[in-house]
T-cell receptor
């Protein structure tokens, strides 16, 4: 069964600092991978996705993530944090052989951005 | 295009009462999914509709939960009777048949007291 771990339930960075949110997955085959963000009182918004094309994926709002098969990782980064990035971030995987079926989500990482 | 709409946004009910959550997917999206996040836990899959048919309901926790999608448009998720452990945020999502990635609604926060 697939599983997703996100190291750090809460990450704090200073405004302008690098954002690094970690995601590791467990899957018997390379999955499709996603990062979602939830801003306060809003739904889940897709940041970016990896679907077996380029391993470095660029998303919205300056975020990007790199798929590393050898490390079974899909860490999310942003060079310079902005106050508006404060939100909860979720990594998710799906089985490419059963795409359209359900996602498995990680537990989420809450990002705080300090002035 | 309108997004996925869920209502109510918040619901507070007493243990033993019934609550019905509604989800309106993006028009034309055949796939509709329900997920929930109970406090402090991961977002968990509940079920998946393709049009009006239940494709996968393996995540439904027990028979107190009933989901319907009459006519393949909007969906309802009824909890009857509600228990304290049902508190959490219930998300709905929809997608085109061959789409990568869902569009999620803003969720319904259910509190059972």
């Amino acid at each position: 069964a697939q599983s997703v771990t996100q190291l750090g339930s809460h990450v704090s960075v200073s405004e302008g600092a690098l954002v690094l949110l970690r995601c590791n997955y467990s899957s018997s085959v390379p999955p499709y991978l996603f990062w979602y963000v939830q801003y306060p009182n809003q739904g889940l918004q897709l940041l970016l996705k990896y679907t077996s094309a380029a391993t470095l994926v660029k998303g919205i709002n300056g975020f990007e993530a790199e798929f590393k098969k050898s490390e079974t990782s899909f860490h999310l980064t942003k060079p310079s944090a902005h106050m508006s990035d404060a939100a909860e971030y979720f990594c998710a995987v799906s089985d490419p052989d059963n795409y359209g079926q359900n996602f498995v989500f990680g537990p989420g990482t809450r990002l705080s951005v300090l002035p | 295009e309108a997004g996925v709409t869920q209502f109510p946004s918040h619901s507070v009910i007493e243990k033993g009462q019934t609550v019905t959550l509604r989800c309106d997917p993006i028009s034309g999206h055949d796939n509709l999914y329900w997920y929930r996040r109970v406090m402090g836990k991961e977002i968990k899959f509940l079920l998946h509709f393709v049009k009006e048919s239940k494709q996968d309901e393996s995540g439904m926790p027990n028979n107190r939960f009933l989901a319907e999608r009459t006519g393949g448009t909007y969906s309802t998720l009824k909890v009857q009777p509600a228990e304290l452990e049902d508190s959490g945020v219930y998300f709905c999502a929809s997608s085109l048949t061959d789409s990568f990635g869902y569009t999620f609604g803003s969720g319904t926060r259910l509190t059972v007291v």
